[in-house]
């Protein structure tokens, strides 16, 4: 497999104080990577540097071979979609929140009708379709917004601790969809969770930060087994 996500010698800073430090990071073309850690160690500043929302104070960030900084803003953030704990859906029907990313990229309404249903409907929301988003239930929501992020088929899907809210069955039902369409569709993705079960379902390999450093990248069980700190020894086996 090629590489899409190439990180060196990241450091990104919280006014003066490090936020994240990461020495190499590679992650490949169709990889899901589970991010885990103890609360504030990093791992959403990974994503929101990997996001553009910020600005790392030093290293680089490769998108499929060419530095990531060559690329506008606008440009960059055409190629990746965001999905957050907090859903932020539109007070509009469910439709048009999920179509409302790819208005936003001037895709046609043909495209829009085209597309929006198919991915409702592997959501297993298309029954909500006209339904307004505050009547929503907190995992229909999340199911909404989950599908807005995949109708623009992007190249990096960023996922910030999407399910911590919901209660454990819909959670369940969730994560078994979800891993389902990542499978089928192949998209690259970035999975920030505190669940280490959650991580080892969903993810080939897991990322562990702890004190704003990554400090090992494994599959589950090769961490669980050969931990490479005594730091993520600890961690592993309070959260395992």
């Known amino acids: 497999m090629s590489v899409l996500i190439e990180i060196r010698d990241l450091l990104v800073k919280r006014g003066d104080h490090p936020a994240l430090e990461v020495d190499q990071l590679s992650i490949e073309k169709g990889e899901v990577l589970a991010v885990v850690g103890p609360n504030g160690a990093g791992k959403s500043t990974l994503l929101l540097s990997l996001a553009r929302l910020l600005r790392p104070a030093r290293g680089e960030i490769l998108f499929d071979g060419q530095p990531a900084a060559r690329e ?15 859903p932020l859906l539109f007070d ?67 996922l910030d601790e999407p399910f911590a809210a919901l209660d454990p069955p819909t959670r369940a039902r969730l994560l078994a969809d979800l891993k389902s369409l990542l499978s089928e569709t192949r998209t690259t993705t970035i999975f920030v969770t505190h669940d ?30 050969a931990p490479g700190e005594r730091d993520v020894a600890e961690f592993l086996n309070h959260h395992f």
């Open 196 to 225: 280490l079960a959650e991580a080892g379902q969903v993810a080939g390999r897991m990322a562990v930060i702890i004190g704003n450093r990554l400090r090992q990248v494994g599959r589950p069980g090769e961490l669980a087994s």
């Open 72 to 86: 506008s803003d606008t440009a960059y953030r055409r190629r990746i979609a965001l999905v957050m704990q907090d």
């Open 92 to 158: 509009t029907s469910v439709f048009e929140n999920a179509a409302s990313g790819l208005k936003f990229r001037g895709v046609g309404r043909d495209e829009i009708a085209r597309r929006v249903p198919v991915w409702l409907e592997r959501l297993g929301v298309a029954h909500l379709s006209k339904r307004r988003a505050g009547r929503l239930s907190g995992g229909e929501a999340q199911r909404v917004s989950l599908a807005r992020a995949l109708v623009l088929e992007p190249e990096l899907l960023l």
